[in-house]
Structures are given as C-alpha cells and as structure tokens.
C-alpha cells in the first residue's frame, strides 16, 4: 500500500558528505512522521534522524551536528556532513502513518553508505 525508494548511498572518503532522498508513494493519507535508520551488520538498526508532521525534529547524539533530516510533502532527505567511518551502514527511510484510519510503519529496502578513511 506504501513503498518507499531511497537513493543517494554510495562510497565516500571520510570528512565528505552525501545526501540521502526517499521519496513515499501509493496510499497515503496520513504522514504523522517520516525518519532515518541505519544498520550495521550485525546489530540492531537505530534512529538516526526522524521529523514530525509539524516538522519537529529528533537526532541520534552521534549525528547531532552533523546531519540534518528535512521534508517536502511525500519526500524526506538526510544531508549527511563531516561523515566518518562509523558512520557506514545500511540507511532505511521510515514512514509512521499510511492510508486513511490507519497507522502503519512502513520500510525502505535501503541504501548502503560506505565511509573510508
């Protein structure tokens, strides 16, 4: 009902910057919140950036500084800066909301970032 595509991961030498997009489509009625995860190998995935419907903004301390999550309509960015190697994971984009009397939690497939140092 909801599919998210996210585009922008790649490789990048440590102190660079990248810019993350993920664009939401199909049966969408309610966008209560849109965020950023990511996930390394072998460990739980975490919030990394997330931004409310009324634009309220939340960052993990790790990033804080350094990334800044916007949005526009059914879109939702991650201007990555300063990067570091421990930043490299797989990066999901989340969606909380979905067709009308509904609320679901909706998941990317996901783009690698890989920071070399």
């Known amino acids: 009902q909801v599919r998210l595509v996210e585009s922008g991961g790649g490789l990048v030498q440590a102190g660079g910057s990248l810019r993350l997009s993920c664009v939401a489509s199909g049966s969408i009625y309610r966008i209560n919140a849109m965020a950023w995860y990511r996930q390394i190998s072998g460990k739980q995935r975490e919030l990394v950036a997330s931004?409310?419907?009324?634009?309220t903004t939340t960052y993990a301390d790790s990033v804080k500084g350094r990334f800044t999550i916007s949005r526009d309509n059914v879109k939702v960015y991650l201007q990555m800066n300063s990067l570091k190697p421990e930043d490299t994971a797989v990066y999901y984009c989340?969606?909380?909301?979905?067709?009308?009397?509904?609320?679901?939690?909706?998941w990317g497939q996901g783009t690698q970032v890989t920071v070399s140092s």
């Open positions: 931004i409310t419907s009324g634009s």
């Open positions: 989340n969606l909380k909301g979905g067709p009308a009397g509904t609320l679901g939690n909706y």
